[in-house]
């Protein structure tokens, strides 16, 4: 898939994890794939949910790139 070239573009789009994301909330594995709900300056990302369980990691990264 070919990567937007505006900011905006990213909304309802999906991303993977080329890294282990950790937050107070929680750690997710490299490869977890997320649909990007907000962009801009801030990101709003949300994981697929779990299969098995259902849970979902939902978090904010400010001034990072996509």
């Known amino acids: 898939m070919k990567e937007p070239k505006l ?4 909304k309802n789009g999906y991303v993977k994890a080329t890294r282990e994301i950790k937050t107070g909330g929680g750690r997710m594995a490299n490869g ?3 649909k990007v709900t907000s962009s801009g300056i801030t990101a709003h990302l949300e994981s697929i ?3 098995c369980c259902g ?3 939902n978090f904010t990264m400010r001034g990072a790139k996509l």
């Open 7 to 10: 900011v905006r573009d990213w």
């Open 55 to 57: 849970v979902a990691f």
């Open 32 to 34: 977890t794939i997320y």
């Open 49 to 51: 949910p779990c299969k």
